[in-house]
T-cell receptor
Framework: AQKITQTQPGMFVQEKEAVTLDCTYD???????LFWYKQPSSGEMIFLIY??????QNATEGRYSLNFQKARKSANLVISASQLGDSAMYFC???????????FGSGTRLQVQP | DTGVSQDPRHKITKRGQNVTFRCDPI?????LYWYRQTLGQGPEFLTY????????KSRLLSDRFSAERPKGSFSTLEIQRTEQGDSAMYLC????????????FGQGTRLTVV
């Protein structure tokens, strides 16, 4: 069974600085994908970025990038040039083996300070 | 707005009452998911539809819970004889068919059982 671990319950970052949110995973699948979602206080889960296990390059979407280290089973999210609007909960997730639904980590609360 | 919409956004009910939530997915999405999220945790999978067929149910979905997706469009999640432990955010998500496609989430229905 998959397991997602996010060891940072809360993080602080100064506006305009970069921050790395940690995610480690455990799976026996050879092919899998990792997702990151943002959840502001409004409650909606917003898709940020995806990385497939066989993708050769780390995924990048605007200010978001994935530091994917397959051997270490980690898929850390890097947010560059933090903005006040980045303050939210961030979840790492991956699909259950052979299924479509996602298993989520416990999340990291990011607070961006002016 | 063509995103996933959920109704109601908030529901307060007395223990023992029945409640029903509605989810309208993105119109071209044939997959629909329900998740439950308790405070400080990531979302947990409840059930999954592909078109009108309910293909997966989590062990979290006790016999007091029932979900439907008539005609493969909107979906309802009913909880009968609510208990205080049912208090949570109920999130709906939809996606297209395909491997590792991202799911788009609604803003959720926050249920409080008093």
């Amino acid at each position: 069974a998959q397991k997602i671990t996010q060891t940072q319950p809360g993080m602080f970052v100064q506006e305009k600085e970069a921050v790395t949110l940690d995610c480690t995973y455990d799976t026996s699948d050879q092919s899998y994908g990792l997702f990151w979602y943002k959840q502001p206080s409004s409650g909606e889960m917003i898709f940020l970025i995806y990385q497939g296990s066989y993708d050769e390059q780390n995924a990048t979407e605007g200010r978001y990038s994935l530091n994917f280290q397959k051997a270490r089973k980690s898929a850390n999210l890097v947010i560059s040039a933090s903005q006040l609007g980045d303050s939210a909960m961030y979840f790492c997730a991956m699909p259950y083996t052979g299924r479509r639904a996602l298993t989520f980590g416990s999340g990291t609360r990011l607070q961006v300070q002016p | 707005d063509t995103g996933v919409s959920q109704d109601p956004r908030h529901k307060i009910t007395k223990r023992g009452q029945n409640v029903t939530f509605r989810c309208d997915p993105i119109s071209e999405h044939n997959r629909l998911y329900w998740y439950r999220q308790t405070l400080g945790q990531g979302p947990e999978f409840l059930t999954y539809f592909q078109n009108e067929a309910q293909l997966e149910k989590s062990r979290l979905l006790s016999d007091r819970f029932s979900a439907e997706r008539p005609k493969g469009s909107f979906s309802t999640l009913e909880i009968q004889r609510t208990e205080q432990g049912d208090s949570a955010m109920y999130l709906c998500a939809s996606s297209t068919t395909g491997i590792n496609t991202e799911a788009f989430f609604g803003q959720g229905t926050r249920l409080t059982v008093v």
